[in-house]
């Protein structure tokens, strides 16, 4: 049971000592993290790109005047 309680003792002792050791905020993964950030901002702008292109094009036929064939208004003329 003594040495249970030594090696916990230890464990938490070096566990302690490591973490306020400071080693993770070195920034060793550095370049792998804007790797990886690089990767989703790509993915993201192939995504927005289709979509405002599609949402200008819907925009631009909502506000765009009607056109009705001349066909169409003749046959109204004549209905008249």
Do not use: N, W, Y
Not at 51 to 71: D, G, W, Y
């Amino acid at each position: 049971m003594k040495k249970l309680v030594v090696q916990g003792l230890l464990l938490f002792g070096v566990a302690g000592s490591a973490l306020a050791s400071g080693a993770a905020e070195s920034g060793g993964g550095g370049f792998l993290i804007a790797l990886f950030l690089g990767f989703f901002a790509v993915i993201v702008v192939f995504q927005l790109i289709p979509s405002l292109m599609v949402f200008f094009s819907v925009v631009k036929e909502i506000f765009a005047p009607r056109q009705t064939k001349v066909s169409e208004i003749v046959k109204q003329d004549e209905a008249k």
